[in-house]
């Protein structure tokens, strides 16, 4: 069952050394990243994420539509497990929310979703953009259908795609997150497990624009560190209260508090990183962001002058209203 298939426990190596440890890999010390390649030889291979990337460098791209199937479904009995590592949201309706199209051939399935973080506000995603951090980045992770399973689908090179958002400080709290950090409060201890209490819509819980996104091939960010993913991450930050992004620094792994979850960048090496722009780039960007409408400038100046004649009339106004009262008050 996909349900109990974690990417951490493939291979049987793995699964015996977890059980006899109580950490197989960790973020510091001396199971941390520098040392993971000992023992898990991918990691220290060329094509590994996470990667900073430079959007001067990136190609820019008009790739079909991504579909996404069952991303507005509410879905019951969601999991929320503790792993040790991080926190994993799993599923078990069928059939599972899918992603097709983008740069992608063929389906793929979800598997799980999980998020990263960093100690304070000021660092915590994987992928970082201009060497630009954000507190935190969710993974979603998909196996292409046709393997049948991600044990399968991870000796392929493109076995999974791996859907990343980016997190962004908000004074206002994101209402789909609450459902999220009220099941994380139940789950601090490590390897515990509880299903969400309402139905959970993936869509609820994305950034809006799902159209204009970075991607490149890379690797799994946590041993056995396989070079099987294409990744996607979406330009959009999804935006979270200070609040909500600390209840996740609560939870805990067997030596303490998961205080930091993420992987040092790594080489780019001969890789191109795509940035894809869909061909309604202009209309969609007017309704999204106006900063970036190309006769911003313009527009704006129009607007000033606009407004300085409206001052200068106000003003008059006033002047004259005043005048006639002066007036009165006189007679
Ligand atoms: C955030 O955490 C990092 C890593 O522990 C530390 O180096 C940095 O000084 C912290 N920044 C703030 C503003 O606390
Ligand atoms: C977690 O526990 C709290 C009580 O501490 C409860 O109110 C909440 O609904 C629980 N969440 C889930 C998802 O079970
Ligand atoms: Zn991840």
Redesign the pocket.
């Known amino acids: 069952m996909d349900l109990v298939v974690r990417i951490f426990l493939l291979v049987p190596v793995l699964i015996e050394s977890r059980l006899a440890s109580a950490e197989d890999f960790g973020y510091d010390g001396s199971i941390g990243p520098t040392y993971w390649g000992d023992r898990y030889q991918e990691c220290r291979g060329k094509h590994q994420s996470p990667i900073n990337i430079n959007v001067l460098r990136v190609k820019q791209v008009a790739l079909p539509d991504i579909s996404f199937v069952g991303f507005d479904d509410p879905i019951d009995n969601v999991h929320?497990t503790n792993n040790g590592h991080t926190v994993l949201i799993e599923v078990e309706n069928e059939p599972h929310p899918r992603v097709s199209g983008g740069p992608l051939e063929g389906n793929y399935v979800f598997s799980q979703m999980h998020f990263h973080w960093g100690d304070n506000d000021t660092l915590g995603s994987e992928d970082k953009i201009n060497h630009r951090s954000f507190p935190m980045e969710l993974h979603m992770v998909f196996y292409k259908e046709e393997y049948k399973t991600v044990k399968n689908a991870v000796t392929h090179a493109d076995g999974l795609t791996v859907l990343a958002f980016f997190y962004e400080l908000d004074r206002h709290q994101h209402p789909a997150y609450d459902?999220i950090t009220?099941?994380l409060?139940?789950v601090t201890d490590p390897h515990s497990s509880?299903?969400?209490?309402k139905p959970f819509s993936f869509l609820n819980i994305l950034p809006y624009d799902l159209r204009r996104y970075f991607t490149y091939r890379g690797s799994l960010t946590t041993p056995p560190c396989s070079e099987v993913v294409i990744w996607l991450d979406f330009e959009q930050p999804v935006r979270l209260t200070h609040d909500q992004i600390e209840v996740f620094r609560e939870l805990r792994s067997a030596s303490g508090k998961i205080r930091h979850n993420f992987r040092p960048i790594q080489p780019i090496g001969d890789r191109t990183v795509f940035y894809n722009i869909d061909s309604n780039y202009y209309t969609y960007n007017e309704i999204d962001d106006p900063d970036r409408e190309p006769e911003w400038p313009q527009k704006r100046k129009g607007r000033n002058s606009a407004s300085v004649t409206s001052s200068c009339i106000t003003l008059i106004i006033i002047i004259e209203v005043l005048i006639a009262y002066v007036d009165k008050i006189h007679y």
């Open positions: 929320v459902d009220s099941a409060g139940n509880v299903v969400m209490k």
